[in-house]
């Protein structure tokens, strides 16, 4: 287990690397490199830049002050706003984030279980076929209409009602996340539960829910300590990507519902060609997720013995 | 007294995607008595292990059974999913032919055969503990402390279906049902399995109902077998006559195509029976053997046999086979 | 079951050896080979045949839509601004602003109830209501629903004087339903008495747009009498949007964008991702090893994260389209998902005897990949590309949405639906139909998928 993690860890690293040094370049690939354009900042940037870029320094030389940086967890300054780190901006902005996105994968995750096991127990009636063309639907339809339709829908509610059931945009309190992270862990719901219930199917004709059936063990011990434990198994591993899609889903979500994440700042920065902000965020999703996907690598291994053992 | 009796014992698998459907088990009849071994033997897809399956009611969703399964006098195809339960691994146990997939991957071999204890909610964690050592240990498997704390997947095929074996010994049953117990593993390793399974058979006075297409195994293990085609009976008999005096051609094709048995052992060429079993969602012939029947005749085509009783035989053909092999 | 026959049935001709066709049991089924039998299966699957059906009439709508449907999808009918799906609208036609003549409207002149001044229609809204003797002032409010009472009134579109009890609304008017109350409150502000009267609204243009668009052909005359001219409007069967362009016409245009972008970044990438994939397979040893490394990298990069950084990279500004850049980093980012696929496919193909042969023969590398490995892969290339269009579909929508795919004015359906999301609460058709256009798209793809892999009989991974 130990080596298994080790390895993990390793790779994550090269990965990190790798995603760094893409970074990278492709911020000095941008024509007529505004980071050396003496135009394009304040001159007060511009030295900050210099001092910490080394942008008078050659290529190479640039290149390993980056990594250097980024190693140390400097992910640089911005280059627009005067003395504003990326640091601090991530500090400010990536917690929002980070809950959202967790509360996502949680609706996403129970979700996807209670209802893959739903439709499974109701296979071939109407309820499987209910949930299974809300899972088309939702997979089929981009997420930002769900926002829309659920804002509309809540516009009304809150109309109809004459109270306020959920705000309809703005951050602060529990109620503010739950109407967002619901529609950003809508995908990944949908793409869950039809795994779930494929599992689920799957293991219900395995031998060894035969075997377990012959032992005369009861309905419920089946479904739960032999169905239900393998058919989750395999949603784990879709975690990792599930995670990578709710984050960068955050950048729609967080627009639409004006919520202060790190996605929406992202994207402000791209629309400003903040380069800096752009190539400093970059790295710190990219590891972000590296890191996340690493966790749920290990956290399979403990969750399924064939892994940890191998 | 029959331990456990069938009668009349019809499957039919109704296919998903279709209205087709295949008679797996046609009129099947047969008893087995108390520390008996029955071996039920034919090709595979003669539903040789859904008759097993059946008994248990572990058919999948789309089949339909029919026709009366009577255990210790009483009949359990009347009894509720939650009275059969009690019956399930307490009174009737089964082995199943791939030890690999019939254990569950992500569970430990000692909690998997711990579940399938007789009275498992009075013992305590300490004495579930010993009890499971306890039946490994019967079955002959090295260092049981330690493979009842393993997965399935770090142990071999052999040592598995030990452990399958533990299992079914785990609920003390009275009747074992083993679906092809050796045909998964190695050569090297069937030999040792089923002299397992032969010595705990005798020293706890088990009744066997064995299903197989090995012969050999027959030989070795049964008391009597039952030789079905196509789903239905053709042949029964004590072992001894079914080896040297087999009455139905079918029999007799299946004892020829193994060298053992071969009527001429200097023959290098093994025979072996041409075609293929028919389809069992077609129609079929007033004989299912008929196509492939060296012996057949134009009544074997329109009647069908009767079932002849003969001296505790059984026999389903017009043509008896004389010759003794 | 034949019920037991009486011996007496048989004759000597039944214990007679049995001649008989032997095949007459065995397989039955005639064999097809293995592009026909797919075909026919999948000709079988009621789902993907709709699907290819659909995607077919799609792709029509938008290559040849603008051939029978002739109208500038750039151009705006600034008189049907975000306009509901509609089909020959009239329109009264009025005269530039004249301002109403209020002199002679003072006093009671036998006014008994709140009226409105007919014609009402987007330009101007006349009401006139009976003097009421203790008001102090009158206050006009206009809802788009029916008040329920003195609560549900909010603010007032106007005030006016005890002496003017007439009132003009030229505010923002749409062509729909308006329920206009009138309140007479006291000196204290004390509420005397309301009334509210419901009217619907007729489009107004004016007589010059009129007249340049009748002598164009553009609009038909309707009908005239007493002096007033009513006109049909151009058509737009789909409504128009918050610019009143037409909504038809740009859905056939963004659909192209949006369609020609999924088609060539989907074609791209599964032929490089397939060939990669195939190269390194066929090398196979430490060179497959490495590739293989190689495409596990970039899968793990972080997707959207990348076209945006790719986009920028590239120099492509915001406000700028750059289909281009945009094709050309789906490819450099998708391709390690068909390679993976047609790599595992062609490791089982090379150890088959026909490539050995091939092989011994001296048949050249591309020579064996052409000739014998593509057709036997091309069944996981349809279906991997199946898969990649509705993913790049959304991938495309979801990055205009966010303003960093396509932006406007070029339509794609991403860049409809960022538009439409900005009216949505009050015109919903904006938003959606590109959704909808979007959704079924992906939907059909996917279930066109579906259905090849079941008739190609492959496993799903």
Known sequence: MKIFILKRCLYGLFTVWFIATATFFAMHNVPGNPLNDEKATSAEIRKNLEARYGLDKPLYQQYLIFLTNMAKGDFGISFTQKNRSVNDIIKAHFPVSAALGFLAIFFAGVGGVLFGALAAHYKNRWPDYLLIALVVITISVPSFVFAALFQLALVNLNLYFDIKLLPIAGWGSVQHMLAPSLILGLGTLAYLTRLMRSSLLEIENAPYIKTAKAKGLSESRIFFRHRLRNAVLPLVTVLGPAIAAITTGGFVVESIFAIPGLGKYFVEAVHQLDYTLIMGTTVFYGSYLVLMVLLVDILYGFVDPRIRMS | ?325 | MQSADSINTFSSEDFLPLKQVKESVINQNESLDYWQGSWKKLRANPRAMLSLIFIVSLVSFSLFGPLLWRVDPARQDLNQLSQAPSMNKQAIVVDTFISWQPENLFGDQGIKHLSILSPAHTSSVKLRWPINPEADYYEIYRHEYQPSGENDFGLPLAETSKEENFYEDRLNLEPQTYFYTVLARDGEGKLLAYETIETGLEIAVSKKDAEKHLQAGKWKKVSEHEGVLRVELSSHPMGTDYLGRDMMARLMEGGRTSLIIALIASLLFVAVGSLYGALAAYIGGQTDNIMMRFADFVIALPFLLFMILLKVSFGIRPGESGIGVMVFSLVILSWPGAARLIRSQVLVLREQNFILSARINGAGVLHILWKHLFPNVLSLILISLSFAIPSVILTEAFLSFIGLGVVPPTPSWGSMCQEGIKTFLFHPHELVFPSVFIGVTVLAFNLLGDGLRDAFDVKAE
């Not at chain 2, 009796?5 to 279709?18: M, P, Q």
């Not at chain 2, 079914?242 to 079918?250: G, M, S």
């Open chain 2, 1 to 325: 007294m029959a331990l456990l009796r069938i009668e009349d014992l019809n499957v039919l698998f109704k296919s998903e995607n279709s209205d087709k459907s295949v008679h797996a088990v046609k009129g099947l009849s047969l008893e087995l008595k108390a520390g008996e071994c029955l071996a039920i033997v034919g090709e595979s897809g003669c539903g040789k292990s859904t008759v097993l399956s059946s008994v248990l009611r572990l058919l999948a969703v789309n089949a339909k059974q029919s026709g009366n399964i009577f255990f210790k006098n009483e009949n359990i195809t009347t009894l509720s999913e939650k009275e059969l339960q009690k019956i399930r691994g307490k009174e009737i146990a089964m082995i199943f032919q791939d030890p690999m997939s019939s254990l569950n991957p992500t569970m430990k071999i000692g909690e998997q055969i711990a579940e399938a204890l007789k009275d498992v909610k009075n013992f305590s964690a300490v004495d579930k503990h010993s009890k499971v050592i306890e039946f490994l240990k019967m079955t002959g498997l090295s260092d049981p402390e330690i493979r009842a704390k393993q997965y399935p997947f770090e142990l071999s095929g052999g040592m598995l279906q030990r452990v399958a074996i533990a299992m079914a010994l785990a609920g003390e049953p009275c009747l074992i049902m083993a679906d092809e117990p050796t045909t998964a593993l190695d050569v090297s390793i069937q030999k040792q399995v089923l002299n397992i399974l032969k010595h705990l058979q005798q020293q706890h006075q088990l009744a066997l109902l064995l299903v197989t297409h090995d012969l050999g195994i027959v030989a070795e293990m049964a008391d009597s077998v039952l030789v079905m085609y196509a789903g239905e009976l053709v042949e029964q008999a004590s072992v001894e006559k079914i080896l040297k005096e087999p009455k139905h051609p079918y029999t007799l094709a299946l004892l020829a195509s193994l060298p053992a048995f071969s009527k001429d052992a200097s023959k290098t060429e093994l025979s072996s029976i041409e075609g293929q079993p028919p389809d069992l969602s077609l129609p079929i012939p007033a004989c299912a053997f008929v196509d492939r029947c060296e012996y057949a005749m134009n009544v074997c085509a329109s009647r069908k046999a009767p079932i002849i009783e003969n001296k505790q035989s059984l026999l389903r053909c017009w043509l008896p086979h004389k010759e003794q092999v």
